[in-house]
T-cell receptor
Framework: DTGVSQNPRHKITKRGQNVTFRCDPI?????LYWYRQTLGQGPEFLTY????????KSRLLSDRFSAERPKGSFSTLEIQRTEQGDSAMYLC?????????????FGPGTRLTVL | GNSVTQMEGPVTLSEEAFLTINCTYT??????LFWYVQYPGEGLQLLLK?????DKGSNKGFEATYRKETTSFHLEKGSVQVSDSAVYFC?????????????FGTGTRLTIIP
């Protein structure tokens, strides 16, 4: 298994455009998380999926953001009408429910720059 | 709410120096504690963890002890190497009905000079 993958690795867009990122978790991991990391800060939780169900969304996730995980495998994060404040690294992590504490494995991230 | 406060960086040390990166936390409930490391150009990797008070997590020569009385989880290494240069994040997690979301500190950039 090659770990968590994210595409694209970099995205540059103009303000007002829509963007979509993809995350492929480690196969058979049923839990998937999205985080956002701005420059000089630690990652901040955005949303959580268990299988295909989106069970929690952070207040950081405005109504311009939507995430899906159809069939409980890969996930997409879409940002509509991007703003310059959306510029950040978007991280995906996955874990499996195997015990009391489940390590999250992180992907390399998608760096978004909004001009 | 939950939060993590880390020592401000950047930190620059000479090879073989002793390292301490301070981390304190505030949590509603009983958290598990983690240190993650981000090497240049790579994703976050779990370095070590501790799940209950007085537990010591260790990996690659790094150690951290879960101190409930001081709400701290300081990272230490006795002799750092150039390859330890990275950004280090302290984090906590409280399992909320299966949601194990992590709350991170701001990160500490460590540079080791030969």
């Amino acid at each position: 298994d090659t770990g968590v993958s994210q595409n694209p690795r970099h995205k540059i867009t103009k303000r007002g455009q829509n963007v979509t990122f993809r995350c492929d978790p480690i196969s058979e991991h049923n839990r998937l998380y999205w985080y956002r990391q701005t420059l000089g800060q630690g990652p901040e939780f955005l949303t959580y999926f268990q299988n295909e169900a989106q069970l929690e969304k952070s207040r950081l996730l405005s109504d311009r953001f939507s995430a899906e995980r159809p069939k409980g495998s890969f996930s997409t994060l879409e940002i509509q009408r991007t703003e310059q404040g959306d510029s950040a690294m978007y991280l995906c992590a996955s874990s499996s429910r195997t015990g009391a504490l489940n390590e999250q494995f992180f992907g390399p991230g998608t760096r978004l720059t909004v001009l | 709410g939950n939060s993590v406060t880390q020592m401000e960086g950047p930190v620059t040390l000479s090879e073989e120096a002793f390292l301490t990166i301070n981390c304190t936390y505030t949590a509603t409930g009983y958290p598990s504690l983690f240190w993650y490391v981000q090497y240049p150009g790579e994703g976050l990797q779990l370095l070590l963890k501790a799940t209950k008070a007085d537990d010591k997590g260790s990996n690659k020569g790094f150690e951290a002890t879960y101190r409930k009385e001081t709400t701290s989880f300081h990272l230490e290494k006795g002799s750092v190497q150039v390859s330890d240069s990275a950004v280090y994040f302290c984090a906590l997690m409280i399992n909320n009905f299966g949601n194990e979301k992590l709350t991170f500190g701001t990160g500490t950039r460590l540079t080791i000079i030969p």
